[in-house]
């Protein structure tokens, strides 16, 4: 695969290569591998990677490989996520919101090789007579699949600047891992995708760690808390949105609440920058000024409460093809767009656009 010749510096202007912020949503994560792979055609590399959950394992692989591997090792770690069952389904039909139920239990009942099974006691410790336990599912068998996918000696060299998230399920403190201060392990990945009461919780530095997703899980935050003496672009693809069509069904009210849960703390993030940067803008106006390109995933009409369990191939793939489209939507907007006087410029798709995008699927990509 070779990038496009056309330079991603042109699509950035005079601004630095980007930050890119990656969000937590488990099976949703493909998303995020189409929308890096829109970068990587646009020769776009990022400078540092900003990540919680599967957004910290995307993260991982990215910078734990080549820029030639990048896309081998994202497509390797998604085909073994998949169940692969015969056939593919489009968007929008009654039975592919079947197809899509059936691999949602699927996924629950049987696990997923390369990435969690279950665990004993797990759900029987709610049992009067068994022992006790913290998780439902064991997601040790990812260990093997992020030493297999990720070279941890690059990672940690620091060619691209990691960061994960993290909770601290005790104090429900953030705990942040860096490359430029800490050595990256398997297990820091696991602690960051431990969403509980699901996966259990990682104890690293006597501390027991989960995923942020209840917290902040996009990690938008973490790249405006660092001093700035120059301008910067922030590119952030979070995997819940705020946005949606009134449910009509329980299922789809589920659905709804399970999008609100995980995607408000982005939005008192970006009002928290605003209030921010409006004063950035009376004191220092000629200041170095900030570009944030947000993306969320607008999941498709067939898609419920489960949608982060369904590692169907359609799903899958329909994803991948969202992001992949949605990237390119948002780097002509980032083009185009009229510069702005103020310190922080903020940029994001139409919900109707990535509205459009996921029920689209991967008709119409390109292979």
């Known amino acids: 695969m070779n990038p496009s010749p056309k330079s991603g510096r042109e699509k950035l202007g005079k601004e630095q290569t980007p930050v890119l ?21 646009q020769a776009i590399e990022p400078q540092w990677i900003v990540g919680g959950s599967i957004g910290a394992v995307t993260g991982g692989i990215i910078a734990g490989n080549a820029p030639e591997d990048r896309l081998d090792r994202l497509k390797a770690f998604w085909d073994e996520a998949m169940i692969h069952s015969p056939g593919l389904l489009g968007r929008g039909t009654r039975i592919r919101h079947t197809y899509n139920e059936l691999h949602t239990i699927t996924a629950l009942l049987f696990g997923r090789p390369g990435l969690f099974g279950h665990r004993f006691p797990g759900m029987l410790s709610m049992l009067p007579w068994m022992p006790n336990d913290v998780a439902l599912y064991d997601h040790a068998p990812l260990r093997q699949t992020l ?29 942040l891992f860096d490359t430029t201060r800490d050595t990256l392990t398997p297990e820091h990945f696991l602690a960051s995708a431990a969403i509980t009461p ?5 104890e690293i530095g006597g501390r027991l760690l989960c995923d942020p997703g209840y917290t902040n899980n996009l990690p938008l935050d973490v790249p405006f808390a660092e001093p700035m003496d120059r301008d910067f672009t922030c590119i952030a693809v979070e995997l819940f949105s705020l946005h949606a069509s009134r449910p009509a069904s329980l299922d789809s009210t589920a659905e709804r609440a399970n999008d609100l849960i995980f995607a408000s703390a982005t939005r008192r ?9 409006a004063l950035r803008d ?16 607008y999941a498709g009409s067939d898609e419920r409460a489960g949608k982060t369990f369904d590692y169907s191939p359609s799903s899958i793939r329909d994803r991948w093809a969202a992001g992949k489209r949605d990237m390119e939507k948002a780097l002509l907007l980032l083009t185009n767009a009229p510069q702005d006087h ?15 995008s996921a029920q689209l699927g991967a008709a119409t990509a390109r292979a």
């Open 342 to 356: 103020r310190r922080l410029r903020y940029l994001t798709l139409d919900p109707q656009q990535e509205a459009m």
């Open 269 to 277: 993030s970006l009002k928290a920058l605003e209030r921010e940067y």
């Open 21 to 41: 912020v990656l969000g937590g949503g488990n099976a949703l994560g493909s998303y995020l591998a189409g929308a890096y792979e829109s970068l990587l055609r």
């Open 198 to 202: 699901i996966f259990p919780p990682v």
């Open 282 to 297: 009376r004191w220092e106006p000629e200041g170095p000024r900030a570009t944030l390109l947000h993306l969320a995933y």
């Open 147 to 175: 030493e297999r996918l990720i070279d941890f000696d690059r990672l940690n060299r620091g060619d691209i600047r990691l960061t994960i998230g993290c909770v601290d399920l005790e104090s429900g403190d953030e705990v």
